[in-house]
């Protein structure tokens, strides 16, 4: 089993940046992939960034071009960098690690872009 632990949410002004930060303990060797979900008010929890151990990254359509999402395996840390963000990008972020036979999500952490 793989712990998560996300910080880095807060409030922030439309056009405003925020870091998210991921911090992975546990059997972290077998970690294949992480990602970041959002799960926005009312909606289903919806995948935002992944990034696989070769460093080989995806994002959705909503936030390509606005986040990044990086890794520091030294510190078993993954982030996720978000600049330009919208009302839109309200939602608790999720951070997940899949290790080839399950996946662990963390607590989640909360954004919030006023507008």
């Known amino acids: 089993q793989v712990q998560l632990v996300e910080s880095g949410g807060g409030l922030v002004q439309t056009g405003g940046s925020l870091r998210l930060s991921c911090a992975a303990s546990?059997?972290?060797?077998?970690?294949?992939?992480m990602a970041w979900y959002r799960q926005r008010p009312g909606l289903q929890r919806e995948l935002v960034a992944s990034?696989?151990?070769?460093?080989?990254?995806y994002y959705s359509e909503a936030v390509k071009g606005r986040f990044t999402i990086s890794r520091d395996i030294a510190k078993n840390t993954v982030y996720l960098q978000m600049i330009s963000l919208k009302f839109e990008d309200t939602a608790v972020y999720y951070c997940?690690?899949?290790?080839?036979?399950?996946?662990?999500y963390g607590r989640g952490t909360q954004v919030t872009v006023s507008s």
């Open positions: 997940y690690a899949w290790n080839g036979g399950r996946g662990d």
């Open positions: 546990g059997r972290i060797s077998s970690i294949d992939h």
């Open positions: 990034i696989t151990r070769h460093d080989d990254t």
